[in-house]
């Protein structure tokens, strides 16, 4: 009965939920969530462990926005998910558990980075234009936020990239039209090493693993800052044009312990 109740909700922001239990051979102990598609769409596709079924719950829907807030009380916390529509698609997006969240309101804020929301405040930004993906303090596409840089502020332009991507792990790239990196720690990233290991660290794998010598090892910036300006695509958005640099910020999902239970990626 749970189950069909969480499918009801769905159905009041124009989605559809196809919730089941999972089965002990997929692994899954507790919930997880994906985004699938048919001959009738997407729909949200929601496997929930049998001990987690009726503690797995809708807190807070939100038709006119098309959104709501899903919740599974697991046995390592509380995980709450926004799921919703963006420009052309439905995702999913885990939120903090820091983050106090009972609503799409407080979910949606728990998203942003401090620093997108610190100078929302400082700018005086209204409440009502605080979700749209373009205001005073931000353009936002996707999970990326693009703040503009201050007149004052330097940006290294013998450093720029043309038609350069960004993405986060695993996720389909954003193509932007000039980007520029800036500081982070030098990392080395191969076949089998995608988050990158140090000079140091490199050396020491290939001491124990001479062969590792051979992989394709390729010298990239791990969390430098990064500006870009232009033109930003993605098949599943409109393409902004920024004029000027932004500083580019990624949503707050990537600190939520629940993200391991999302299994679609933008």
Same mark, same amino acid.
């Given at each position: 009965?749970?189950?069909?109740?969480?499918?009801?909700?769905?159905?009041?922001? @124009?989605?559809?939920?196809?919730?089941?239990?999972?089965?002990?051979?997929?692994?899954?102990?507790?919930?997880?969530? $994906?985004?699938?598609?048919?001959?009738?769409?997407?729909?949200?596709?929601?496997?929930?462990?049998?001990?987690?079924?009726?503690?797995?719950?809708?807190?807070?829907?939100?038709?006119?926005?098309?959104?709501?807030?899903?919740?599974? $009380?697991?046995? $390592?916390?509380?995980?709450?998910?926004?799921?919703?529509?963006?420009?052309?698609?439905?995702?999913?997006?885990?939120?903090?558990?820091?983050?106090?969240?009972?609503?799409?309101?407080?979910?949606?804020?728990?998203?942003?980075?401090?620093?997108?929301?610190?100078?929302?405040?400082?700018?005086?930004?209204?409440?009502?234009?605080?979700?749209? /993906?373009?205001?005073?303090?931000?353009?936002?596409?996707?999970?990326?936020?693009?703040?503009?840089?201050?007149?004052?502020?330097?940006?290294?332009? /013998?450093?720029?990239?043309?038609?350069?991507?960004?993405?986060? @792990?695993? @996720?389909?790239?954003?193509?932007?039209?000039?980007?520029?990196?800036?500081?982070?720690?030098?990392?080395?990233?191969?076949? @089998?090493?995608?988050?990158?290991?140090?000079?140091?660290?490199?050396?020491?794998?290939?001491?124990?693993?001479?062969?590792?010598?051979?992989?394709?090892?390729?010298?990239? /910036?791990?969390?430098?800052?990064?500006?870009?300006?232009?033109?930003?695509?993605?098949?599943?958005?409109?393409?902004?044009?920024?004029?000027?640099?932004?500083?580019?910020?990624?949503?707050?999902?990537?600190?939520?312990?629940?993200?391991?239970?999302?299994?679609?990626?933008?």
């Amino acid at each position: 009965m749970n189950m069909q109740l969480i499918e009801r909700q769905f159905t009041r922001i @124009g989605a559809r939920a196809q919730i089941h239990r999972a089965s002990r051979r997929n692994g899954i102990e507790g919930i997880t969530i $994906d985004i699938g598609n048919d001959g009738d769409g997407e729909f949200f596709d929601i496997a929930v462990a049998s001990p987690l079924i009726s503690t797995t719950r809708v807190l807070d829907v939100q038709p006119s926005m098309r959104h709501l807030l899903l919740m599974a $009380d697991q046995r $390592d916390g509380k995980h709450k998910f926004l799921c919703g529509h963006d420009e052309r698609h439905w995702f999913v997006a885990a939120v903090p558990e820091r983050a106090a969240v009972s609503t799409v309101q407080t979910a949606f804020d728990a998203l942003k980075p401090v620093a997108v929301r610190a100078l929302e405040n400082r700018l005086g930004v209204k409440p009502r234009k605080r979700n749209r /993906r373009r205001n005073e303090a931000f353009v936002r596409q996707g999970e990326w936020f693009f703040v503009p840089l201050p007149s004052d502020s330097f940006v290294n332009e /013998r450093l720029i990239l043309r038609s350069e991507p960004i993405a986060r @792990g695993g @996720g389909k790239p954003h193509l932007c039209e000039e980007v520029v990196r800036q500081g982070g720690e030098l990392v080395y990233v191969a076949a @089998g090493y995608p988050q990158g290991v140090t000079e140091a660290q490199r050396e020491r794998l290939i001491s124990r693993r001479p062969q590792l010598r051979n992989l394709h090892w390729v010298a990239q /910036r791990r969390n430098p800052s990064v500006f870009v300006r232009g033109r930003v695509r993605h098949r599943d958005h409109k393409t902004i044009v920024l004029n000027g640099w932004h500083q580019v910020l990624m949503n707050t999902e990537n600190e939520s312990i629940a993200m391991r239970h999302v299994a679609f990626i933008d």
